[in-house]
């Protein structure tokens, strides 16, 4: 009995692994695919997610009365003002595809317009838990699915410096039969990757600077998956047919306005943060 809980337990062990782990794609079997389609998402509860006051007390003279809990909330509601969970799926889909070469199989991948009227009840603002039907890709003519998964995204905080986080994994499989060809989880981190603080209090005044820094996350995932989907031990692909116009949501650089003074014991206004330091 200790035995079979043993092989059990090693046995889920290696399927866990295996789903978190990388496959590299082959040339041999990218020369295989021929009709690609992509397909970008947010899983159900994916954020945007505030992990900036509770998770750090380098705030706590700042908020004063204002407690983490609450302060954190209405950060939330901050960074989904800035940007919308659909603009973000769609930035990470159309930015990698319009860097990778012009070369078979990318020049005929099946139309974006078509993928989004087939999957029409999924791609959706509220994404649900559930993943889409991929066998509604079959009647375009796809054979494989590339798809780009986000499942964890917003700001933390860690010893007075924030900034955005995102997480979630590529993959490329066949529709026939869903066996993998590639796979990459990514996790990107602005506070380990030390880049410069992202006021959690700047952002609540101006909510587009969160958008700026996730569109310079999901550029970085974007150049990682372009390097995995062109191997270099290919036989050789040239260009045929073209991929259909796609346009990435715009990232809007916000004009810097000055905070005015705010005396020290000021009431905050329903659903705001304090102001930013001068």
Request: charged letters at 30%; glycine letters at 6%.
């Amino acid at each position: 009995m200790v035995r079979s809980r043993s092989v059990l337990f090693a046995a889920v062990l290696v399927a866990f692994t295996a789903g978190c782990a990388s496959q590299r794609l082959s040339g041999a079997d990218l020369d295989r695919v021929h009709r690609p389609a992509f397909i970008s998402r947010i899983e159900d509860g994916a954020g945007p997610k505030s992990k900036v006051f509770q998770e750090d007390s380098a705030y706590s003279d700042k908020l004063k009365k204002l407690e983490p809990k609450e302060a954190d909330r209405r950060l939330t509601v901050k960074l989904q003002q800035a940007v919308t969970r659909f603009e973000l799926s769609e930035r990470l889909r159309v930015t990698t595809l319009s860097r990778l070469p012009e070369e078979a199989p990318w020049t005929d991948a099946v139309d974006p317009a078509r993928v989004a009227s087939a999957l029409e009840s999924f791609l959706v603002e509220e994404v649900p838990a559930n993943a889409p039907d991929y066998d509604l890709m079959a009647p375009l003519g796809a054979d494989t699915i590339v798809e780009f998964v986000i499942q964890d995204y917003g700001m933390r905080s860690d010893d007075g410096h924030a900034g955005a986080y995102l997480k979630g994994y590529g993959r490329m499989f066949r529709v026939d039969g869903r066996s993998e060809l590639w796979r990459r989880p990514f996790n990107l981190d602005a506070v380990e990757q030390g880049a410069q603080h992202l006021d959690p209090f700047k952002v609540g005044k101006e909510p587009e600077l969160f958008r700026l820094a996730m569109t310079d996350l999901l550029d970085k995932v974007a150049d990682m998956f372009v390097k995995d989907l062109t191997p270099q031990n290919r036989k050789g692909a040239a260009p045929a047919g073209s991929t259909a116009p796609d346009t990435v949501p715009s990232a809007v650089t916000p004009e810097p306005t000055p905070a005015p003074p705010t005396p020290p014991e000021r009431q905050l206004p329903p659903g705001e943060l304090p102001d930013p330091d001068p």
